[in-house]
């Protein structure tokens, strides 16, 4: 799926990165916990998360995410807009909750990280 | 639709509440932070988090959610065990991912109605 | 840095961008910056002050997190996974799942932390970029 398409599904804003809707997702990683992320979420994936802050931006880089989706019709923060401006990560927000999210996504094809990053 | 047939559907693990799986789902709630899963989460939800402090207990009481599904391997710490046992609580573990959970999850949901 | 969030994860950062430039493999990198930000974030979290050392050789990073603050009483308990003393401030950013200490051994080929109480904290993890290259 393209971000373009994505953001039509969720009904989503695009925040940061109008110019990278061209990009194909085919995986996705949902959570609140950044360890969880770091642990498990593979580059290239979407972050679905209701955290704002800039750390979420940062964990989106160091794991090469390919874009942030935040529910629940979260905004970030100004300090995370600016780092996601610097390092060039998507933003989409929309109204949804994280469940919706996921499911509506899921029902068009994008699947888990079930990958296992590290030596686990 | 009721636990027992989430259980079956996703090949769940009942660590907890066994006699409640009868409990008709309304919805479903994916979150790790307490203060948003007591602020935005409702009754029947059924609650998919990593989150593992016995906290989680009192959380899904409070807001009668229908059951907890911790996801991605994780399993109830000592003393949520505990307290979900004691209150009755349904914890059911998956080695799946959240989102995969959730994906099949909201099919089932959806098929159903 | 300790007990200032606003830039964490900065110090991360520059080590991807150092380790890009040098050329390493992708997985070594993310590897590399992920220990650096686990760390970061602990320092930031629970130390006064404190710094990332990266050293790079042909073959291997050795990533160091030293700092001065309230160390690990209990090693063992903190290596587990769940255990932690995160506050509110920090669960609400999203850490505190007593999943980093794993996390740093589990992305490392080499795992050392030494801890004193009131001193603090010293980590070094070797990440092999031949080992690395291998596995992905
Ligand atoms: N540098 C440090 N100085 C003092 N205590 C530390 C330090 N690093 C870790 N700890 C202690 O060890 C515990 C476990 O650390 P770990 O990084 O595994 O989990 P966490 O930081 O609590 O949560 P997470 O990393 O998953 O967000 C911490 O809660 C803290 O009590
Ligand atoms: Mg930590």
């Given amino acids: ?120 | 639709m009721d636990l027992e047939s989430i259980v079956k559907a996703l090949n769940l693990k009942v660590r907890s509440g066994e006699d409640k799986l009868k409990a008709e789902i309304r919805g479903g709630y994916t979150g790790d932070l307490l203060s948003d899963v007591m602020a935005n989460s409702n009754e029947g939800d059924v609650w998919i988090t990593r989150q593992v402090h016995q906290n989680i207990v009192a959380v899904a009481s409070l807001k009668e959610h229908a059951g907890i599904i911790l996801v991605h391997g994780s399993e109830p710490a000592k003393d949520t065990l505990e307290k979900a046992v004691k209150g009755g609580v349904p914890i059911m573990v998956s080695d799946l991912p959240g989102f995969e959970v959730i994906g099949r999850l909201y099919a089932l949901m959806n098929k159903t109605g | 840095m300790g007990g200032n969030f606003d830039n964490a994860g900065e110090v991360s950062s520059n080590i991807k961008t150092v380790l890009k430039q040098i050329g390493l493999p992708k997985d070594v990198i993310r590897k590399a910056a992920l220990v650096a930000y686990e760390s970061e974030i602990n320092i930031v979290s629970y130390a006064r002050k404190g710094m990332i050392r990266l050293r790079v050789v042909p073959d291997s990073i050795m990533i160091e997190a030293i700092d001065e603050g309230q160390g690990i009483p209990d090693i063992e308990q903190a290596m587990q996974p769940g255990f932690s003393t995160a506050n509110q401030k920090i669960r609400e950013m999203g850490f505190g799942a007593g999943m980093g200490l794993c996390n740093i051994k589990s992305f490392s080929d080499v795992f050392h932390i030494s801890s004193e109480v009131g001193k603090g904290t010293h980590l070094r993890m070797i990440i092999r970029a031949s080992s690395a290259v291998l596995n992905s």
């Fill in chain 1, 1 to 120: 799926m393209t971000l373009h398409e994505i953001r039509k599904l969720l009904d989503a804003e695009v925040l940061i990165g109008e110019d990278q809707l061209g990009m194909e997702v085919n995986t996705a990683f949902v959570a609140d916990l950044m360890s969880d992320v770091l642990a498990f979420a593979t580059a290239g994936s979407l972050l679905i998360t209701g955290l704002t802050n800039p750390q979420v931006v940062r964990t989106a880089d160091v794991l090469d995410i390919a874009a942030i989706i935040m529910g629940r019709g979260k905004r970030p923060s100004q300090e995370t807009f600016q780092l996601a401006e610097e390092v060039n990560i998507p933003i989409l927000t929309t109204k949804y909750i994280l469940f919706e999210i996921a499911g509506r996504l899921y029902a068009r094809g994008i699947r888990g990280c079930i990958e296992k990053v590290g030596s686990k």
